[in-house]
């Protein structure tokens, strides 16, 4: 069981990096959203947020 959390929290981590160094290859960095999204681009990040501590949560207990 330990192995596989091992195994779970390296993946989460792999795709986590392979996110940040998608955003250092100098892309041009998209227009903000409009007034009207902020409210959804909120809820993403908090939904995002969310799915990090209950993983965080899960590896340590």
Do not use: N, W
């Not at 069981?1 to 929290?9: E, F, G, L, Q, V």
């Not at 986590?16 to 990040?45: V, Y």
């Amino acid at each position: 069981m330990s192995s596989m959390r091992i195994c779970c929290a390296l993946l989460f981590i792999a795709f986590f990096f392979s996110g940040l160094m998608e955003l250092s290859h100098g892309q041009a960095i998209a227009p903000s959203p409009a007034a009207g999204d902020a409210k959804a681009l909120d809820q993403g990040i908090a939904y995002v947020l969310m799915l990090v501590a209950l993983l965080v949560t899960y590896l340590i207990h």
